[in-house]
């Protein structure tokens, strides 16, 4: 009976997704009438979560959704459930369904200190996602508490707000690293914004190595002469003419000896690698997944490698083209798409997979260009150009310097 039961939660979930791709409410709301059933019908707790989490799944990306047939009766009867993740489904999901309570209740468990901290994660960023009119006060409230600040720092990206910048930076120095890079990529999504965050840069409260490659590129995405004058004065020359990159090349090549990359510091480079590098690509098992993997590229052949890093764009595969969206509300995302239907779309960006209702995208474009800009190797000296091209092409792992 048990297993009968979960064929039928799956064969009614697989419907209940391939409707969603229509944008008809009635559909999408017969089609999750079903699943409500189940959720009726059965008590058993596996059931109960496999039958949320696919409905939570299924919505992700979309800011509201008409409450299925039923699904009151399902509040009442799991709202008090033994199980704290059915319980934290069924609020989301109500939040979803546009249930005011469940609005109050999750704002409350967010901005509890006693409660569990992935319990006030989720609430907040259901509440991001929702963005109701009220939530810009409790996400100024919350910057101060490490447990919920990264999910602040991006839901504040939403808003538009002339505060915003100084409100973060004022902050900036007492952030993780995990955390800046949050604050830089909300900064970097409002010419406005980033403009801030370049000043800031030039003052010397934001370092120059935390605006990484793949910021650079979205800034430029902006086509902002302004902003470009002053990210190419605070940042560098972002690209240099084709003529001289035969001439950086050779610059570059004789900087790296065999015999000099055998006496380089791997372990300072692979620290580099961490600044300039892993927020996009993977090395080693470890970093983002926004640029290839390179730990099976030709990244042993250090001609290779300078190449790619003097002129990154001259070759870039259709799956690493970077996409900017320009939401509605005046945000500027820029990543890999990852998944899309009819109505919604997720966005691998740095530091996020952002779920998206196609709704509030404004416009799209896909840049023939690579992600990473020209002119990173411009910011290291030549010692460091040497630890980072012996780390990227050794052989493994190394740890990092103490």
Request: glycine residues 6%.
């Amino acid at each position: 009976m048990f297993r009968g039961t979960l064929m039928l939660v799956c064969i009614c979930a697989a419907g209940a997704v391939s409707t969603f791709a229509n944008d008809r409410p009635k559909a999408i709301r017969h089609s999750l009438t079903p699943l409500v059933r189940v959720l009726t019908e059965s008590d058993n707790p596996a059931v109960q979560l496999d039958v949320l989490r696919g409905m939570y799944e299924a919505l992700q990306g979309r800011r509201s959704a008409t409450a299925p047939e039923g699904w009151s009766e399902v509040h009442r009867k799991l709202t008090d459930s033994k199980n704290a993740e059915i319980r934290e489904k069924v609020l989301q999901l109500s939040v979803i369904f546009g249930d005011p309570q469940a609005l109050a209740m999750l704002r409350k468990t967010a901005a509890d200190p006693k409660a569990e901290a992935t319990a006030r994660r989720n609430a907040l960023q259901t509440l991001v996602e929702k963005r109701p009119p009220d939530l810009l006060p409790l996400l100024r409230k919350l910057i101060g508490d490490r447990v919920v600040r990264s999910t602040v720092l991006r839901g504040l990206a939403s808003y538009s707000d002339p505060q915003i910048p100084q409100f973060i930076l004022e902050h900036y120095a007492s952030f993780s690293d995990a955390e800046k890079a949050d604050a830089v990529a909300t900064l970097a999504s409002r010419p406005a914004y980033a403009l801030a965050l370049l000043d800031a840069m030039e003052r010397g409260r934001v370092p120059r190595r935390d605006l990484s490659a793949f910021t650079v590129r979205q800034l430029l995405a902006f086509k902002d002469k302004k902003l470009t004058e002053r990210l190419t004065k605070v940042w560098g020359s972002i690209r240099p003419p084709s003529a001289e990159k035969t001439t950086l090349l050779a610059k570059y090549k004789a900087m790296v000896p065999a015999n000099a990359l055998k006496k380089a510091d791997r372990k300072h480079g692979r620290l580099l690698f961490s600044r300039t590098c892993a927020s996009c690509h993977t090395l080693f098992g470890e970093g983002g997944k926004i640029g290839p993997d390179l730990t099976g590229s030709q990244r042993t052949n250090p001609e290779y490698l300078l190449t790619k890093l003097i002129d990154p764009s001259a070759v870039v595969a259709r799956d690493y083209q970077m996409t900017v969206l320009t939401l509605k509300n005046g945000r500027i995302l820029s990543g890999l798409i990852k998944e899309e239907n009819d109505k919604t779309l997720t966005l691998q960006t740095q530091n996020e997979a952002v779920r998206l209702d196609k709704s509030d995208i404004e416009e799209r474009q896909r840049s023939q260009q690579s992600m990473m800009p020209d002119g990173l190797l411009g910011m290291l000296n030549p010692a460091e150009v040497r630890d980072l091209i012996a780390y990227v092409s050794g052989a493994g792992q190394v740890p990092l310097p103490r």
